[in-house]
Nanobody
Framework: VQLQASGGGLVQAGGSLRLSCVVSGGTFSSYAMGWFRQAPGKEREFVATISWSGGNTYYADSVKGRFTVSRDNAKNTVYLQMNSLKTEDTAVYYC??????????????WGQGTQVTVSS
């Protein structure tokens, strides 16, 4: 399984970005998917997960109400819509495929990461 994340960039605080992650080499529709991020000097942290069907989602408290995870199984792609961005959202964002429920997600494969920088 290979994951390719894209869509990162530089944005002002209060702005929006949409990240995409295309999955190849596996059965995308059978995977739960997750987004994680890692800021400089910090450990990688959970952002959001989505079930294989897209019917269930789960968010970190820090992004709830601002970020939306979705997926298009016909396009083998998972998205992360990020609105009302804050400087503390600056990080490298990673997508992951895996198993489990949206709350017990276990990553099996990771994408390469895409940089998101939010300026004040």
């Amino acid at each position: 399984v290979q994951l390719q994340a894209s869509g990162g960039g530089l944005v002002q605080a209060g702005g929006s970005l949409r990240l995409s992650c295309v999955v190849s080499g596996g059965t995308f529709s059978s995977y739960a998917m997750g987004w994680f991020r890692q800021a400089p000097g910090k450990e990688r942290e959970f952002v959001a997960t989505i079930s294989w069907s897209g019917g269930n989602t789960y968010y970190a408290d820090s992004v709830k109400g601002r970020f939306t995870v979705s997926r298009d199984n016909a396009k083998n792609t998972v998205y992360l819509q990020m609105n009302s961005l804050k400087t503390e959202d600056t990080a490298v964002y990673y997508c992951a495929s895996g198993a489990g429920t949206v709350r017990t997600f276990r990553a099996g494969a990771w994408g390469q990461g895409t940089q998101v920088t939010v300026s004040s």
